[in-house]
């Protein structure tokens, strides 16, 4: 090396400067830095792609900010990628911006992305074992998945006597002092993998040979050309014996002979703490980014610092935090790393005292001090120079734009599409999720349920960079390509109800240029299409697509026709269709007359100057005319054939008499012939679920009507008990799903009998039921209600409302 030698330890004439750290460590990163200056090297390999060594001067911009990760996809095939991440408190990361600083040229070193990618077999992130390997814990690896594999950190924490391998590293690497030779903690842990390798060989990486060869041939290039004792090398402690072992450059090349290769693109892309935790699922290899972060930035005093944050954090969520409250965990923090032998409190140490002294005890609190904290949601930043496909920088300028900026924590977002700018940010989420890009979710708002406003639930995730670059095979810009795969889709759509819900989503997104191309292919599968099952599902998207115009002020002209002509055919088809169903396709096919009913109920005026057609003989005239008469006269022929499974014949009569299309007697009629002796109990008891079962509020039906209850009654008595225990899940099902205070009138009312009972039954005592008004216990409202009417204090006597005035307004009982 050249220059000054910090340390008791001189290398000249050594090799080069192999400094084995653990991925994401702290305590690695300052000991590179430290370990670089000592050395001051002309050249520093870096365990990384080397496509990446074009864009290794980005990371001196201002612009960029960690964590970040190196991207890396096949050309022609985005979704074979590959992510390298780095935090700020990453070895790689100090070993890039020191040799920045220094004006030290920086080389990656490990096998090129081209030959791992092409080995992935389009596995996603499979690379991302570049920067998992054995020393950390989690990471998925590359490529022997059924090898038994080996934990070099578990190993030599259970060596030590340790049953934490996180607990072991903190106490040898994280709270080491710094003093003393800067390379000797590389000697040491370089020594530890060395007995390791003996032992275990690979460990289960077989892959690791390939690699560790293509690492030895390029330190012997950067020995030729900058001095054998010039190098610098930063890479996983597991590799540091591979690299001293003396092997021909002829053995290295035969093991790299004929692998094989792809084209691919590279960039930065912005990463989050998130992803860099084993909680992730992503296997970085770090329980607790946020603590590492706070332990590699902290100048003085981490664990003081530490618990100051966590009081602030506690603060913010209105609970009672004191400065007290942070001296004393400081001081148990202490206590308990004394106690358990341990040179500084750790993470475990801190989290106790955390939980005993500012959260009283609890987990609660604690979740919240480990998601925000120890995890944490920081989202790294790249500068707009960083390579990037013409999609994303469209996106980019539609987000700056439309002041969305992209965040790592989950935030909702309350839309006014009555605005300009809320409509544009809905357009563009709607477009992304037609992309396959996931950064929002719709969610049910919460205030008012009008088309007019949407919620939206945004988290940027970093493999969301993936999909922008898979997307940007439709097009250079969000609104080419959302109209680009619309219409790939509309051709490629196998079900007809795929293609409607596909009109629907090119509404919402604004697509004019796809919607023709959506309709035709909606027309001819709808003509197509004879399967009453298929337009019954279709037609619910198409009609909810007809609320959008006025909103969005989007023609949909169109759209109307084709739904007209949707629910026509499906009303012709509809009965036939529900003949000889098993119990299967009965259930699916009354959720279908559901989807029906409600379309019918959303398509409104569009039917009023069509005229029903109905079956001929005496019967109610359906309410209203056009679409919703023709739909009731539909239903009326349903709940009349006795060739209809029970199920749908119960639906259809419930429907019916909610929407006003049965006299007041006929809903009895229509329940006493299904209950009627001659009718099989399981077909009977199918009837009932479809009457009153469903969630559809059948439970306050019969308790408003007590001969509909009687009914029930007098036919649930009537059962043979041969019969009973089959039709018992069928009731079980259908009142199980009430409200336990619907179940409980329902029981009274039973138990209480008939209401010609009269004066015995209320002589009899049951609480909450009797023939008369209670007037004392109507009168026991009258000062609430006063209030809210404000009609003044004593409006419970004169010129107020009576017992006798409020029945209206009062219940009985």
């Known amino acids: 090396m050249s220059g000054e030698v910090r340390g008791a330890t001189t290398r000249a004439g050594e090799g080069p400067l192999l400094l084995g750290v653990r991925h994401h460590g702290p305590g690695s990163a300052r000991a590179v830095r430290a370990a670089l200056e000592a050395g001051a090297p002309r050249v520093v390999l870096i365990e990384g792609p080397p496509e990446a060594d074009a864009l290794v001067a980005l990371a001196a911009d201002e612009g960029m900010r960690p964590p970040v990760a190196l991207l890396a996809h096949v050309a022609d095939e985005p979704g074979r990628s590959a992510f390298w991440p780095l935090a700020e408190f990453s070895p790689e990361w100090v070993a890039i911006t020191w040799a920045a600083g220094a004006g030290v040229p920086v080389r990656f070193m490990d096998l090129p992305a081209a030959h791992a990618l092409a080995r992935a077999e389009g596995k996603e992130g499979g690379e ?16 022997e998945v059924d090898a038994v594999r080996i934990d070099p950190l578990a190993v030599l924490a259970e060596t030590a006597g340790y049953d934490d391998p996180e607990r072991w590293w903190e106490d040898v690497v994280e709270h080491r002092d710094g003093g003393g030779d800067a390379f000797a903690p590389f000697d040491a842990l370089g020594e530890a993998m060395g007995a390791l390798r003996e032992e275990y060989g690979t460990g289960g990486h077989d892959r690791d040979l390939v690699r560790e060869a293509y690492m030895r041939i390029q330190v012997r290039t950067a020995q030729r050309e900058f001095g054998p004792d010039e190098v610098a090398v930063v890479c996983g402690a597991w590799h540091v014996p591979a690299l001293r072992q003396k092997v021909t450059v002829a053995a290295d090349r035969t093991l790299l002979k004929g692998l094989p290769k792809v084209k691919v693109d590279m960039t930065w892309v912005p990463w989050t703490h998130r992803r860099l935790s084993r909680a992730s699922g992503y296997g970085a290899g770090i329980a607790s980014p946020g603590w590492y972060g706070h332990l590699f930035s902290a100048p003085d005093r981490p664990v003081e610092r530490w618990l100051t944050k966590v009081a602030r954090l506690l603060r913010d969520e209105d609970r009672l935090v004191s400065s007290a409250h942070v001296i004393e965990a400081v001081r148990l923090a202490d206590t308990l790393a004394a106690m358990r032998g341990r040179p500084l409190p750790g993470l475990t140490e801190t989290t106790d005292a955390i939980r005993a002294v500012m959260c009283e005890g609890s987990d609660v609190p604690l979740a919240l001090v480990h998601d925000k904290l120890v995890v944490g949601d920081v989202l790294g930043e790249v500068p707009d120079s960083a390579p990037a496909v013409p999609l994303q920088r469209d996106l980019t300028r539609l987000q700056r734009k439309l002041r969305l900026k992209p965040e790592a924590l989950e935030r909702e977002l309350e839309l006014d599409l009555r605005k300009d700018t809320d409509a544009a940010r809905s357009r563009l989420l709607h477009r992304l999720r037609l992309l396959g890009i996931g950064w929002g979710e719709p969610v049910e708002s919460r205030g008012s349920t009008g088309t007019f406003r949407e919620t939206w639930r945004l988290r940027w995730e970093p493999e969301l960079s993936v999909r922008v670059a898979e997307a940007g095979v439709w097009g250079t810009t969000v609104v080419a390509a959302a109209t680009a795969r619309a219409e790939s889709d509309a051709v490629g759509a196998r079900a007809l109800a795929d293609v409607t819900a596909l009109a629907e989503r090119c509404l919402l997104a604004d697509l004019p240029e796809a919607l023709p191309v959506v309709m035709r292919v909606l027309a001819d599968r709808a003509a197509l299409d004879s399967d ?38 499906v009303f012709v088809g509809l009965p036939p269709a529900c003949a000889g169903l098993d119990q299967d396709a009965a259930l699916e096919m009354r959720g279908h007359v559901d989807a029906v009913h409600q379309a019918v109920g959303l398509l409104g005026e569009l039917g009023a100057g069509r005229a029903g057609e109905g079956e001929s003989g005496p019967r109610l005239s359906p309410p209203g005319a056009g679409m919703r008469g023709r739909w009731f006269s539909v239903l009326r022929v349903l709940g009349e054939r006795d060739s209809v499974a029970g199920v749908v014949r119960g639906r259809c009569v419930r429907i019916l008499v909610d929407g006003g299309g ?3 007697d006929e809903a009895a009629r229509f329940m006493g012939l299904a209950l009627s002796r001659g009718t099989e109990p399981a077909e009977a008891a199918a009837w009932i679920e479809g009457f009153v079962g469903g969630g559809s509020g059948g439970g306050m ?14 036919w649930l008595t009537g059962v043979p008990d041969r019969a009973f225990t089959d039709v018992l899940p069928l009731l079980r099902r259908t009142f199980s799903a009430y409200e336990p205070g619907v179940r409980r009138t329902l029981g009274e009312l039973v138990r209480r009998g008939p209401a010609a009972g009269g004066a015995a039954t209320a002589a009899g ?6 023939p008369e008004l209670d007037g004392e216990r109507a009168d026991a409202v009258l000062p609430v209600l006063s209030l809210l009417l404000g009609v003044g204090a004593g409006a419970g006597t004169e010129g107020g409302l009576g017992a006798n005035d409020g029945n209206d307004l009062v219940g009985v009982g």
Do not use: K
């Open 128 to 143: 991302d074992a570049a920067q998992g390997d054995p020393g950390e814990p989690g990471s998925p690896g590359d490529a």
């Open 532 to 569: 009453v099952g298929h337009l019954a599902q279709a037609l619910p998207a198409l009609v909810r697509s007809l609320r959008y115009g006025d909103v969005r002020s989007t023609d949909t002209a169109a759209l109307g026709e084709v739904a007209m002509g949707l629910a026509e055919r």
């Open 701 to 714: 039906l019969l308790v408003h009507d007590e001969r509909l209850l009687g009914l029930v009654d007098d």
């Open 765 to 770: 005592g049951i609480p909450g039921f009797g």
């Open 662 to 664: 049965l006299a007041e």
